[in-house]
């Protein structure tokens, strides 16, 4: 998860490096609500002789969590109406914790290189 800002850290002194870290810290979400994949909408088929879809008029849309597996492999989860804001929200969460926690991780490489991690 390195930084793509990691080059600019090195302009940093200690104590800037360290501010930015707690702010960092401080500004993280409540991961206690990440849910990580991929948020999709289908329609489908339902596969009944004379119904609409035959005819191109596919059901839906339907809500996916979709959720990485390894080696080209995945899994979709129902996400009822009801649900798909929430989902949604707390799948960009996850994005913001994963951005938040790849900064630190840069600050706390950059201190490592200094040899001034605390």
Do not use: F, W
Request: glycine share 8%; with cysteine.
């Amino acid at each position: 998860m390195a930084n793509k800002n990691s080059d600019d850290l090195t302009e940093l002194t200690v104590r800037q490096l360290n501010n930015r870290r707690r702010r960092l810290v401080e500004a993280l979400p409540d991961v206690g609500a990440v849910l990580a994949g991929s948020v999709i909408s289908q329609r489908r088929r339902c596969g009944k002789q004379g119904c609409r879809c035959t005819r191109g008029e596919l059901h839906g849309p339907y809500v996916y969590l979709s959720l990485g597996r390894g080696k080209g492999e995945s899994r979709l989860v129902y996400v009822p109406s009801a649900l798909a804001a929430e989902v949604e929200r707390r799948v960009e969460l996850t994005d913001a914790v994963e951005t938040a926690l790849g900064e630190i991780s840069a600050v706390n490489l950059e201190l490592l290189r200094r040899r001034k991690l605390t």
